[in-house]
């Protein structure tokens, strides 16, 4: 961040998301989280957002207001710069649905809409998709060899109990023998 460059305070910050503190704080939580920058944060001001972090908050905040999505998932599309591209996408092919006499159908909008988000989310889950799929070949393989589970339980040894506990079972036993 340079000093040129204009900041905002988190009290500003949340007047123009219009979020409260609590839900603010999740947000930049969740922003610095998933896109692995972090937010500066002042001795006396507190967290102070540039302009295109807010402008990343408030992409997400609409998409949780208008969309139902959660603050993670709508995070996640707002970062994504695919899912930038894929939203146009939606929406031209909305607008194109719109143009052959369907703007009043709704529901095709809205699965347009969630076939952007869709992809969206499969583009930013490639490599964990990647790893799940490598895991599962290594648990095939290992699947086929004979594990004997008798011989991997250890034996159970007497629980040791401190002092508390021991004085609180003697009264018991003492209580329960009158």
Known sequence: ?????????????????????AMLRRYAATYEELSGSEITIHKRE??????EQVDTLLKARDLVVTQGLSVRAAMQIALNSDSDMALRGA???SD????KG????????????????RNAVQDGNKELVEE??????RLESNSNL????????????????GPFVRFALWIEGWFNSK
Not at 1 to 21: D, I
Not at 96 to 99: A, E, F, I, P, S
Not at 102 to 112: C, P, T
């Open 132 to 137: 799940m799929r490598l895991l599962r070949a």
């Open 46 to 51: 507190g967290r102070l957002f540039t302009q």
């Open 91 to 93: 929406e031209s092919r």
């Open 96 to 99: 194109g649905l719109r143009d």
């Open 1 to 21: 961040m340079n000093e040129a460059e204009e900041v905002f305070n988190a009290s500003r910050t949340g007047a123009m998301l219009n979020l409260g503190g």
């Open 102 to 117: 369907m703007g009043k159908d709704a529901l095709a909008q809205n699965e347009a809409f969630v076939e952007a988000i």
């Open 146 to 161: 004979d594990y004997n589970l008798e011989a991997s339980v250890p034996e159970e040894k007497p629980v040791k109990h």
